[in-house]
Nanobody, 128 residues
Framework: DVQLQASGGGWVQPGNSLRLSCAAS????????IGWFRQAPGKEREGVSC????????YYKDSVKGRFTISSDNAKNTVYLQMNSLKPEDTAVYYC?????????????????????WGQGTQVTVSS
C-alpha cells in the first residue's frame, strides 16, 4: 500500500519551532518530488515548499523563505520541514504530496495539478 504519513504538528507560541515529517512507503521514493501544502480555515490551499528526492532541488514560498527548511532523508524515505520563527499566519493544516512527473520548483504548485499521492494533514497552530 502507498502511504504518505505527515506528522509533527502541534501548538506553539509565536517565534518557536516545529519540525514536520512526511514518511513515504509503497513507492520508489528516490524518483519523486515531495511537496508541502497548507490550508488555513476559510482560506485557499497554498503551496509551501518542495524538494526533489532525486536531485535535492528545493523551492520555498516567499513568505516562508529564511524561516522554513526542507530536507530529505532518502534512506528513511522521509521528508522534513523544519519551521522556525513561526508566526500566527503559519497556522494551518499541513499536507504532503508526492509526484513522479514533476521535479521541484514553483511549477510544482501549478493550480489544478493532480499529484500522484496525498498524505493526511497535520495541524499546526501558532498562537500565544
Amino acid at each position: 500500500d502507498v502511504q504518505l504519513q505527515a506528522s509533527g504538528g502541534g501548538w506553539v507560541q509565536p517565534g518557536n519551532s516545529l519540525r514536520l515529517s512526511c514518511a513515504a512507503s509503497g513507492f520508489n521514493f528516490d524518483d519523486y518530488a515531495i511537496g508541502w501544502f497548507r490550508q488555513a480555515p476559510g482560506k485557499e490551499r497554498e503551496g509551501v515548499s518542495c524538494i526533489s528526492a532525486r536531485d535535492g532541488s528545493t523551492y520555498y514560498k516567499d513568505s516562508v523563505k529564511g524561516r522554513f527548511t526542507i530536507s530529505s532523508d532518502n534512506a528513511k524515505n522521509t521528508v522534513y520541514l523544519q519551521m522556525n520563527s513561526l508566526k500566527p499566519e503559519d497556522t494551518a493544516v499541513y499536507y504532503c504530496t508526492a509526484d513522479s512527473n514533476l521535479g521541484c520548483g514553483p511549477y510544482y504548485y501549478t493550480r489544478g495539478y493532480e499529484y500522484d499521492y496525498w498524505g493526511q494533514g497535520t495541524q499546526v497552530t501558532v498562537s500565544s
